[in-house]
């Protein structure tokens, strides 16, 4: 597709469960950021790929989020043992390479039970 | 540290009337600053930026910004609103160094006819 593609659109889990998001970025974007959303507030950073370069992970608030991107392609965020707090709109972004303006996707609605 | 900060939960403007949406930053080096604009259950879609040259920057759907390098300040102009407009503004600064982008927490702008 022409733009970023996130999946899925909505995802409802129980407290404790594991979660993956899906990002297809966009064809021929080196650089992909995740962020999170929380209701009413603004953007999180949490990771961010560009190209075969060590990822920046600065922004993961705890060891069970993690991040990883084949190639130049699609990335997953996966949550581990999931928390209420964890309830959020999770974000992806990509651009032709950092630093450039970011096409966003929809994102994916987390609701933790 | 780069931050920006939007002063303003909300914004109000009656159709046809200028708009005004205010931005300041802080940054350490250069600012690199950006809008972007968020309708709902949608992700974030890009307007303009500032990187260097001229203080009046046009981006898209007639929108503008004002770089204003005395008063650390990027605030986002419309000469005229329409309630097509309303929707959740984002202002954005570049980290130079790592090419991270923070977000400020948001304007709704509601537009009313």
């Known amino acids: 597709g022409a733009g970023v593609s996130q999946s899925p659109s909505n995802k409802v889990t129980e407290k404790g469960k594991d979660v993956e998001l899906r990002c297809d970025p966009i064809?021929?974007?080196?650089?992909l950021y995740w962020y999170r959303q929380r209701l009413g507030q603004g953007l999180e950073f949490l990771i961010y790929f560009q190209g075969n370069s060590a990822p920046d992970k600065s922004g993961l608030p705890s060891d069970r989020f993690s991040a990883e991107r084949t190639g130049e392609s699609v990335s997953t965020l996966t949550i581990q043992r999931t928390q209420q707090e964890d309830s959020a709109v999770y974000l992806c972004?990509?651009?032709?390479?950092?630093?450039?303006?970011?096409?966003f996707g929809d994102g994916t609605r987390l609701s933790i039970l | 540290a780069q931050s920006v900060a939007q002063p303003e939960d909300q914004v109000n403007v009656a159709e046809g009337n200028p708009l005004t949406v205010k931005c300041t930053y802080s940054?350490?080096?250069?600012?690199?600053l950006f809008w972007y604009v968020q309708y709902p259950n949608r992700g974030l879609q890009f307007l303009l930026k500032y990187i260097t040259g001229d203080n009046l920057v046009k981006g898209s759907y007639g929108f503008e910004a004002e770089f204003n390098k005395s008063q650390t300040s990027f605030h986002l102009k419309k000469p005229s609103a329409l309630v097509s407009d309303s929707a959740l503004y984002f202002c954005?600064?570049?980290?130079?160094?790592?090419?991270?982008?923070?977000f400020g927490s948001g304007t709704k702008l509601n537009v009313k006819p």
């Open positions: 972004a990509s651009s032709s390479r950092g630093g450039q303006p970011q096409h």
């Open positions: 954005a600064v570049r980290d130079d160094n790592f090419n991270k982008f923070y």
């Open positions: 064809s021929g974007h080196t650089a």
């Open positions: 940054v350490s080096g250069n600012p690199y």
